[in-house]
Nanobody
């Protein structure tokens, strides 16, 4: 089972940037699609971005496309989410997750039910 730990959250002004990290334990992390999700108070969890095992394909929610970039380094067992031009509506707890049901998939899934391993989350707050 892959263990995931997010970091890098914090308080930033609108228009600013943050980079979230998702550090994984386990030798099989490099085989899986990894996604970022977020949940704002009183709202349902929503998909943000995903990246396949090789980094060769990514998928973004329309709300973050052009502002956020997901990347990974399998040698470091780490996935990042670079967030630029942040808006107050980006305020949420951000979670990374790994889809361990499929190895070496070339499909960057965005369904949260596909992801079986989740981190504890990191808070991102964007002030106006």
């Amino acid at each position: 089972q892959v263990q995931l730990v997010e970091s890098g959250g914090g308080l930033v002004q609108a228009g600013g940037s943050l980079r979230l990290s998702c550090a994984a334990s386990g030798r099989t992390f490099s085989r899986y699609t990894v996604g970022w999700f977020r949940q704002a108070p009183g709202k349902e969890r929503e998909f943000v971005a995903s990246i396949i095992w090789s980094g060769g394909s990514t998928y973004y929610a329309n709300s973050v496309k052009g502002r956020f970039t997901i990347s990974r380094n399998n040698a470091k067992n780490t996935v990042w989410l670079q967030m630029n031009s942040l808006k107050p509506e980006d305020t949420a707890v951000y979670y990374c997750a790994a889809d361990q049901s499929k190895e070496y998939s070339n499909y960057a899934t965005y369904h949260d039910t596909d992801f079986g391993s989740w981190g504890q989350g990191t808070q991102v707050t964007v002030s106006s």
